[in-house]
């Protein structure tokens, strides 16, 4: 294995879950907990974050992301599960790896470049290009609290902990990082969508940017048989704030 990976539940079947930009393998937890009667659940802390492995400048970030995650890749099929930057991750797992997927659920994957142009991505394109100034700038606290205005899913940056800001501006890099394989799909996963044959789901809160409707519906419209789920009330972080809902819409990819 590469890196350090949180384990939940005993038995059952293998499931991988991969987490979102500036978190950790703990975002996981309650949905984590809500599945561990049926799964055994494992989820690797992603280059840059956590305990996961260091960035390593001269490699393609996502690419990096995606080595670490096959790491622990189950030999036989499991349950790929991922959230934002992590769902691009397990979007990529899946199209490399067929034959290693039960199941794919893609929890508000932010895989740009399938909205691009959309009014949706005009919008958070607007704020994103306010992005690099700032870091140019060096001001990692504003440039996380613009990032987490749009993605925070309602949480201010200055209402966090001073822990909790330090670590996520300290990864505020990331967002410029994964930016080719986000905005350009560097990896060409769009081409390659209508050879996903696993059972997929697409999860997205009610209140989240409207580019994730934009990129969910892309998605749907190319995957064959692709699933779409909206969890009430719930915004970008869905697996953090509702992570009962979310594990429950999970398990009707089981029947």
């Known amino acids: 294995m590469t890196g350090f990976a949180r384990t ?21 937890d309650g949905v984590a907990r809500a599945l561990s009667d049926r799964l055994r659940l494992t989820a690797p802390d992603l280059v840059g974050h956590g305990r996961g492995p260091a960035r390593d400048p001269a490699r393609d970030y996502h690419e990096h992301c995606t080595d670490v995650a096959l790491a622990h890749l189950p030999d036989g099929p499991c349950h790929l599960i991922g959230h934002s930057f992590g769902a691009t991750v397990a979007l990529r797992l899946a199209l ?27 919008s958070n394109q607007a704020v994103m290009s306010k992005l690099d100034p700032i870091l140019a700038a060096g ?13 925070g899913g309602d949480v201010p940056f200055a209402s966090m902990s001073q822990a909790q800001r330090a670590y996520m501006a ?31 789901l697409l999860i997205e809160g009610e209140r989240s940017p409207p580019v994730i409707t934009e990129i969910q519906a892309s998605l749907a419209a190319a995957i064959p048989n692709a699933q779409r789920s909206v969890i009430a009330g719930a915004g970008h972080m869905a697996p953090m704030t509702h992570p009962t809902d979310v594990a429950a819409e999970i398990t009707t990819l089981w029947g």
Do not use: K, M
């Not at 001001?139 to 993605?151: E, G, I, M, V």
């Open 96 to 122: 490399d790896h067929p034959g290693n997927v039960a199941s794919l659920t893609l929890i508000e994957p932010v895989l740009f470049a399938a909205a691009r142009a959309n009014p949706g991505w005009q």
């Open 170 to 200: 300290a990864r505020i890099w990331v967002v410029q990082a994964s930016a080719p394989a986000l905005e350009d799909d560097l990896a060409a996963l769009l081409p390659r969508l209508s050879g996903l044959t696993c059972p997929t």
């Open 139 to 151: 001001d990692l606290d504003a440039a996380t609290a613009l990032f987490l205005s749009a993605w």
């Open 8 to 28: 939940w539940g005993q038995g059952g079947e293998a499931a991988l879950l991969l987490h979102c930009s500036l978190a950790h393998s703990g975002a996981w």
